[in-house]
T-cell receptor
């Protein structure tokens, strides 16, 4: 069965600093990978997705993620964080025969001034 | 134009009551989902429907009953509400069944049981 691990429960970063959120997945075939962001009181919004091709994927809001098959990872990065990036971030993997999208437990990002 | 809309946004009710949450999507998607997000933000799939047919039915108490009158709507009815049902419930839709395409989420319904 597929699964996703987000090792960091909570990350605090200064405004303007870089951010990297870790995601490790377990999946038997080529995974379909997603990063979502959930702002307080809101639903989940898709940041980016990876299906195939270029392993560096660009998303919205200045985010990017890199797929590394050898490390079973799909880490999310942003070069310079804005206060509005404070939110919950979820990594997810889909495409399995059980029709489910498996989410990680999420990483809470706090941005300090 | 809201893509996936849920009503109500907030629902406060007493234990033992019956309540419904409605969801509509205008994306033309065939597949719709219900998720439960607990206080630790963990997202758990409850149900999915594809063209009005039940696809996923997770280990959910049978007090929860989804209904899909057409492929643009998926409602969730909950009988005999319990304290443990307090959570945020999200509706989502997708173009495909297998989680290959992204899912689009509503803003959630915050259910509080008194």
């Amino acid at each position: 069965a597929q699964s996703v691990t987000q090792p960091d429960i909570h990350i605090t970063v200064s405004e303007g600093a870089s951010l990297e959120l870790r995601c490790n997945y377990s999946y038997g075939a080529t995974p379909y990978l997603f990063w979502y962001v959930q702002s307080p009181g809101q639903g989940l919004q898709l940041l980016l997705k990876y299906f195939s091709g270029d392993t560096l994927v660009q998303g919205i809001k200045g985010f990017e993620a890199e797929f590394k098959r050898s490390q079973s990872s799909f880490n999310l990065r942003k070069p310079s964080v804005h206060w509005s990036d404070a939110a919950e971030y979820f990594c997810a993997v889909g495409g399995s025969n059980d029709y489910k999208l498996s989410f990680g437990a999420g990483t809470t990002v706090t941005v300090r001034a | 134009d809201t893509a996936v809309s849920q009503t109500p946004k907030y629902l406060v009710t007493q234990m033992g009551n019956d309540k419904s949450i409605k969801c509509e999507q205008n994306l033309g998607h065939d597949t719709m989902y219900w998720y439960k997000q607990d206080s630790k933000k963990f997202l758990k799939i409850m149900f999915s429907y594809n063209n009005k047919e039940l696809i996923i039915n997770e280990t959910v108490p049978n007090r929860f009953s989804p209904k899909s009158p057409d492929k643009a709507h998926l409602n969730l009815h909950i009988n005999s509400l319990e304290l443990g049902d307090s959570a945020v419930y999200f509706c989502a839709s997708s173009q495909d069944l297998r989680g290959v395409q992204p899912q689009h989420f509503g803003d959630g319904t915050r259910l509080s049981i008194l």
